[in-house]
């Protein structure tokens, strides 16, 4: 569709572009201080979980599975955190850790330690010469720091509305020995919100990678975070992989982040037989066990799988308005002017806008001076480089409903000043 | 003094083995199963703060300095957090991160960081050859264990009752670029139970490094340890660094282990501003934040170091006459016998037996032969290595007094039983 702006006769435009320009000043003059920046839950959703501070008082048994959840012990978690993690990924327990409150942590973790140490008795990859990271991209911009940080070198893969290009992953993995990981947020992706399709998923278990100690991040984040009570379907890594005769391909990651506390959940990876026992291995150096006090309030509070699909039906009720806003906003002021596409995701915390090519960064800079802060552009790019620069990630989940109606407005005006800007520019 | 067996004419000898065989015989005939392995508060203890699950409700508001403790924010740590950890060790809260809940973790992720990254920005030390790391030993295994984990090489280092011998360290130190780090626990050393005086202290802080990435770790895990109302004093190692105008040296550790709950305290780091700031930006990129509602939980349990000292009296009370029984357990059986000695803490979680050279594996052999676990021999030296064969870790804390009187007692038997066998192995 051709933007509204090109088809316009220059007096129009330049009509369109002083209207813009005085809607802009208005909110400018407002000192407006609005956030839509990062994937937080707001207050009410946090609020949901605050009963679990009831169930645990100085008169509780902490005891779990024999074990005392108030003392060392445990190394790979509570018996019965590891029950409920198994469940919500629908994999077996005894080929889950929970450690942490943090999941990026684990993954910083297992990229440390194949890193500086190897995979399962491999050659640690900084004695590899330069290895190299696939990141799906857009993507999450904290994924490709952590490898960053490591000096590993990020190449970005296209992404499409069913995951990754898989040809183009096949490729690199299956010929370069220097690619040893993906990075993957296989439902509801950030900054997207699709979900792969079984063929997908079905690709990532039958790869043949170059490099025996090439590793899938498979960062579940969202595996429960429906906005309906029909969610998005994610078939099984795990059962896929059994069904390619595959293992030692895919560690599995999740937390609670975005279902209790964020920042103060419970965390996990799971893995093949052989890769829990590497990880299991690499964990003992590094510490006598896992807290296990907010383990045990979490199995309290959650209970099982059930507890938790009852509990993100909340949030679901919470955040649904606000995704529904976003496309409401959206569709009614910029549907019809052909410069911009987003997304209508099902689930996660996010939202992908794409505008014209070159806009991205103009976008977020005038909405930052109109009061809005974004995501920075390209944040969702390797290295921050966006090479079309027309990714904006929305994240909508923190604002209250009121805020991001106005965020969402003023963000639409931004869109379009430079939109117009842009048309303006190359007449002239 | 001389063994009592030594001088025991071989008649004397052959009938006190029989007698001692005899007490084993019917030790091992009433299949005990005692630990005095590891270092574990008792169930007593840690019943002493679980009054802090009571403090948090659903109600509770959960703001902390303006950040709310149940979202992101605080990569810190929140506020109070800070203040409290700070205090305990006396130093600035600006020079202190809390993350986690276990400050072995924070030591390893140091380590890690240095090997894998390299310390404010000099080279990793995975690219500068074999590294080596002091460790005043006998010691504390799982400091060791991390930086074997990294193939670090692991030096011992003799201990005095002040510490570490310094001119020692200091030739150590200061001639060799390959030395990257000492491990110490200054207050209450694990095993031995000492306390490092302060011309020690003002060694470590006069250290002049050849290798400009050198650092202490300053592992003051029994700050508040003391089993008497008058505790060991520690000179604060920052305040020694700021007289010998020195910086970037240290890296300090503490948590409430030992205070709350084993494994679900809180941890924390101190070090100069250069340091932390390069660990603050090293722990950007592993994870968003640390969890934050144990940390609000301790600090409505424990409030200030006056609070932690009042509940350090408590631990006190519990664990004090399991360190006199164990004193006079050994006065009693042991004092006059000339085949052994022990330290006196007066704070801490350790006893540090000596036996005679080449007995301390047949000790902890011939006690799990008549049912008590001890600390493996060795395990105190950096790859199990004791040179000696002569050192045991007592860990008199996580039994009953009942227990520990009887883990005691067949000790005993086994420590002389040993000895006198070796007496009469040497005679034939």
Not at 202 to 215: E, G, Q, S, T, V
Request: proline share 6%; net charge negative; with cysteine.
């Amino acid at each position: 569709m051709a933007s509204v702006y090109h088809s316009m006769s220059d007096a129009d435009l330049d009509q369109e572009l002083a209207q813009l320009e005085a809607e802009a000043e208005a909110l400018r003059a407002r000192n407006l201080a609005l956030d839509m920046a990062r994937g937080k839950p707001s207050r009410e959703q946090t609020d949901l979980s605050k009963p679990m501070l009831d169930l645990l008082t100085g008169e509780t048994d902490l005891t779990d599975g024999g074990i005392p959840a108030d003392n060392y012990f445990a190394p790979d978690g509570l018996p019965s955190a590891r029950a409920l993690a198994a469940e919500i990924i629908g994999v077996d327990a005894a080929h889950v850790i929970v450690n942490g409150s943090s999941s990026l942590n684990l993954m910083h973790d297992l990229v440390a330690h194949a890193y500086a140490l190897g995979v399962c008795g491999h050659d640690p990859w900084c004695t590899q010469g330069q290895v190299k990271f696939l990141c799906p991209a857009p993507g999450y911009d904290r994924h490709f720091t952590v490898t960053a940080h490591y000096g590993i070198e990020n190449i970005p893969v296209a992404m499409t509305p069913d995951g990754p290009d898989m040809d183009e992953v096949a490729r690199l993995v299956e010929t370069d020995p220097q690619v040893k990981g993906i990075w993957c947020v296989p439902k509801y992706s950030n900054p997207q919100g699709c979900t792969y399709s079984d063929e997908t998923v079905r690709r990532f278990a039958a790869l043949k990678p170059a490099a025996p100690d090439f590793r899938i991040f498979w960062d579940n984040a969202y595996a429960v975070h429906d906005l309906y009570d029909t969610g998005d379907e994610l078939l099984n890594i795990f059962d896929a992989l059994a069904e390619a005769g595959a293992a030692d391909l895919v560690y599995e990651f999740a937390s609670t982040a975005k279902v209790t506390f964020p920042g103060s959940g419970m965390a996990w990876v799971a893995a093949s037989d052989a890769d829990i026992a590497d990880i299991r291995s690499h964990f003992a150096a590094m510490r006598v066990c896992p807290e296990k006090i907010s383990q045990f309030a979490h199995v309290a509070f959650l209970r099982d799988a059930a507890g938790v699909r009852a509990h993100m039906r909340k949030h679901a009720a919470v955040i649904r308005p606000r995704f529904e806003l976003v496309e409401r906003k959206f569709a009614e002021g910029l549907a019809d002017l052909g410069i911009a596409t987003w997304t209508h995701p099902r689930g996660g915390y996010f939202v992908l806008f794409n505008g014209p090519h070159g806009s991205a960064k103009a976008i977020v800079a005038l909405a930052k001076e109109l009061g809005v802060t974004l995501t920075g552009a390209g944040a969702t790019w390797p290295y921050g480089n966006d090479p079309c620069d027309s990714d904006i990630r929305i994240a909508p989940t923190f604002p209250t409903l009121e805020e991001l109606a106005e965020a969402l407005d003023v963000f639409i005006v931004a869109v379009k000043l430079v939109c117009a800007r842009m048309e303006r520019a190359a007449r002239s």
